[in-house]
């Protein structure tokens, strides 16, 4: 197979949208395999040297199989210099904070820690990653904002990562995947969420997750495309876990973000969760309002992947109901599903809901001013 | 419709691409197996690169269980989201009915026809020993 790139990466920018915006999913990489070991103590790194990594998964590393496109990444997206897509500050500036204006970028690294039996190892690699971010990222580029990673099947371990990192302006947010040990509104989870809530910051579920439970609720499936569609599914047990488990009751001022699993599924799992609360609340007596309450206060949902209903009306139906004061534009840049920014709002939206969508809400939640 | 001499034939053999701008808008010519397609250099979807994706085959079936994998190497493949078009012709093959790529034709012609214009040479030395791919748009 043939494939020719143009010769300048500079050629491959896109038309420049004028608003600035908020990009809240951005998924760094590391250029190589030793690029943290700077940031772990040697004890670890020859850890990871005789032992390499005990996840309670396998094929975290790689991925089980090809995702669409190599790396799961936009085919234009290798940096000039080398290494995987998204391992370049300078090349991701290029492609992606200048000619869209960015104006808050913010960092979810995967496959950094998260899910591994070990949880000494795990909380290790998680604040190397941390350190990484600053250290690489956001203490060069004031646009972007990094996510605290922790090894969240240790919640002790987990919230004193949060704490340690708290009040650290480089850090917006905590980041959780979905797919876990357990459905993530239990309570081996709950220091993470005190911690969050204590610090101002919000938690953020990304898809994925290296739990050990299949890609779906009905077992491993046969092909990729399933499982892009079993992210919504994991998300939707995610978060009615949250919800029954008296996550939001017993944390008000606990601020979810979900990431990169859709949107349009809100309305319906809130209204079977409403209606069946209604029925059997008095085996969850700690959840003390409709279920929707919950949802609607205290949780925000990235548009990546933005939902693409053939009338567009029925969009605005669903984001009506979210909240226009909820979504939060983004990218999920370098991956190949990526949402071009000036591409994904049909026409007819109001000036200021616009700005929402793209900015205000994103800088409102994350603090910046 | 102007006609644009882009390269001397041997500069584009089969299996190869060339990206050019042409009256402002992103060309790229392909070379398969011996035949010339030009396509706009933009995608219908969201507005990639189009043309600097792979170039696969179209995998089809006609009754569950059945798979034909043809038109190897004239499909083109979107770098952003695996959309599939014909380079033959710019049709898309996951909504033929919304979206197409705009094709523009493509062909050989000698050095002493391209000459004689009315031929506009895009950074290509034109002779007339040689033969030149030509689009037009
Ligand atoms: S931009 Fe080409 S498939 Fe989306």
């Known amino acids: ?369 | 419709m102007a006609r644009h001499v882009i390269a001397p034939v041997d500069e584009l053999p089969p299996g190869t691409r060339k990206f050019l701008e042409i009256e402002g808008r992103p060309i790229a010519v392909f070379n398969i197996k011996g035949e010339y397609f030009g396509l706009m250099n933009r995608c219908p979807h969201q507005g990639a690169a189009l043309c600097e994706g792979p170039l696969i085959g179209l995998a089809q079936s006609s009754n569950p269980g059945e798979i034909e994998y043809t038109k190897l190497g004239e499909i083109i493949r979107c770098p952003w989201h695996g959309w599939e078009f014909d380079i033959r012709t710019g049709q898309s093959y996951c909504d033929p009915r919304r979206f197409r790529v705009k094709a523009y034709p493509a062909h050989v012609e000698p050095g002493a026809s391209v000459v004689k214009g009315p031929y506009v040479a895009e950074t290509v030395t034109v002779k007339v020993e040689s033969d030149y791919v030509v689009v037009e748009l």
């Open chain 1, 1 to 369: 197979m043939n494939i020719q790139f143009r010769e300048s990466p500079e050629a491959a920018s896109h038309p420049t949208t004028k608003t600035a915006i908020a990009d809240c999913d951005i998924h760094p990489a590391r250029a190589t395999r030793t690029e943290l070991y700077p940031y772990l103590a040697k004890r670890w790194q020859h850890h990871l040297e005789v032992y390499g990594v005990h996840a309670y998964q396998g094929m975290m590393e790689g991925p089980p199989y090809p995702k669409a496109q190599p790396n799961a990444s936009r085919r234009d997206a290798y940096p000039p210099e080398g290494g995987p897509q998204g391992s370049s500050l300078s090349f991701m500036q290029k492609q992606l904070l200048d000619p869209n204006n960015v104006q808050l970028g913010v960092l979810n690294p995967l496959n950094t820690g998260q899910g591994i039996r070990n949880h000494d190892l795990s909380a290790a690699l998680c604040s190397a990653i941390n350190d990484w971010q600053i250290d690489k990222w956001t203490s060069k580029d004031k646009r972007l904002k990094a996510s605290i990673v922790v090894g969240n099947e240790d919640g002790l371990a987990a919230a004193a990562e949060i704490r340690e990192r708290a009040g650290d302006k480089n850090f917006v947010q905590v980041l959780l995947l979905s797919r876990n040990v357990e459905p993530l509104g239990q309570r081996r989870y709950w220091p993470i969420y005190q911690a969050a809530e204590e610090a101002g910051l919000p938690v953020g579920v990304h898809a994925f997750g290296f739990g050990g439970n299949p890609i779906t609720p009905s077992g491993w499936p046969s092909y990729y495309i399933e499982e892009m569609v079993g992210h919504s599914q994991c998300q939707q047990s995610a978060l009615a876990s949250l919800v029954l488990e008296g996550v939001f009751e017993r944390f008000p001022k606990l601020k979810m973000v979900m990431i990169e699993a859709g949107f349009g599924w809100a309305p319906s799992l809130a209204w079977r969760l409403d209606k069946v609360w209604q029925r059997l609340r008095s085996e969850v007596p700690d959840v003390k309002r409709p279920p929707s309450e919950y949802i609607r206060e205290q949780v925000w949902w990235t548009t990546q992947p933005m939902e693409d209903p053939e009338r567009r009306e029925d969009l605005f139906d669903v984001i009506n109901w979210i909240g226009w004061d909820r979504l939060l534009f983004a990218t999920d840049y370098p991956h190949w599903d990526y949402d071009e920014p000036s591409r994904v709002l049909p026409a007819g939206v109001s000036e200021a809901n616009r700005a929402a969508f793209y900015l205000d809400n994103a800088k409102k939640l994350y603090g910046i001013a």
